[in-house]
């Protein structure tokens, strides 16, 4: 069962004031609400100013937009369960993963520009990331956007779940909306398997 419910965070998180290029702001535990998706076994928490809105892909689980929906920075959470992650050793993934991510982003956006890639950790676990820069075109409208994006691999003997996490916004403001998309990123949590 799905539902949105207000998050506690931890002592540490209480007051967290992020200072960015050309903004400073503070965010408080009251700032933010989580999404949990039983049946993908994840929760994930955004600001309170951002609205949950329809997908329009049967894989991705949940979508945000700023201000209310109405905004131009947004970031979803695509869940895909499969057998052939079953027992996938993370290294392996990672490995796969640095090199099918940068093919599978080339064929969708053909001018894309991989500014930073590498290693990092979703939820305690190996994961690849990558910021880049493309044009999205939708009905005859070219909108120059970042991404930043986070896959990882929950894998075990009874199944795996690989889950993509992509934030994006026109590029002159993402070095303002990076510290919130890293926010939202620490609050992507799996659950573990009993």
């Known amino acids: 069962m799905k539902y949105i419910t207000k998050i506690t965070l931890t002592s540490f998180l209480c007051t967290l004031s992020i200072i960015s290029s050309t903004n400073s702001f503070s965010l408080t535990n009251n700032d933010f609400t989580t999404y949990r998706n039983d049946e993908f076994k994840f929760s ?5 100013s951002w609205l949950s809105v329809q997908t329009t892909h049967k894989q991705t689980k949940i979508k945000v937009v700023s ?3 109405k905004g131009v920075d947004d970031c979803n959470v695509v869940a895909v369960t499969n057998d ?3 027992n996938y050793p993370p290294a ?6 640095k090199k099918g991510i940068p093919r599978i982003l080339r064929k969708q956006y053909p001018d ?6 590498g290693v990092t950790s979703l939820s305690n676990k190996e994961a690849y990331y990558s910021i880049t820069e493309a044009t999205v075109k939708s009905y005859g409208i070219s909108i120059p956007t970042m991404f930043l994006t986070v896959v990882t691999l929950d894998s ?3 199944s795996g779940t690989q889950y993509i996490i992509t934030c994006r916004t026109e590029p002159e403001r993402f070095e303002k909306m990076h510290p919130i998309f890293k926010l939202i990123l620490l609050g992507f949590v799996i659950k573990p398997s009993l």
């Open 156 to 158: 075990n003997k009874k």
């Open 67 to 69: 201000n209310s929906g």
């Open 84 to 86: 052939l992650f079953r």
């Open 92 to 97: 392996d993934y990672i490995r796969d993963a």
């Open 112 to 117: 894309i520009k991989f500014i930073k890639t």
């Open 44 to 48: 994930f928490w955004y600001p309170k």
